[in-house]
């Protein structure tokens, strides 16, 4: 049984959905290199998923970015 883990939000980014006329998206994403090496993994790879707030925030942010730390077990368990 898998434990729960603490939830490490990506506190330096700034992610903005942009949406056009025709229904089509776009998210404008920014994110802070420095925290963004911290999560790296030993071959250099950030996993992040990003989620839709409820309500936009006061300077229009729209999502928000988590670090996914999930990996696999040695059993072969895949996460989807």
């Known amino acids: 049984m898998r434990e729960k883990k603490e ?3 990506i506190d330096k980014c ?3 959905e942009k949406v056009f006329e025709d229904g089509g998206s776009v ?3 920014a994110f802070g290199v420095d ?4 999560l ?3 071959k250099g ?3 992040i998923t990003i989620s839709r707030r409820r309500s936009p925030s006061d300077n229009g942010k729209t999502h ?4 996914d730390d999930y990996k ?9």
């Open 7 to 9: 939830t490490k939000f």
């Open 14 to 16: 700034y992610i903005r």
């Open 27 to 29: 998210l404008n994403c």
């Open 35 to 38: 925290e963004l090496r911290e």
């Open 40 to 42: 790296a993994d030993s």
């Open 45 to 47: 790879w950030v996993n």
């Open 64 to 67: 928000y970015a988590k670090h």
């Open 72 to 80: 696999p077990s040695s059993d072969g368990d895949m996460p989807f």
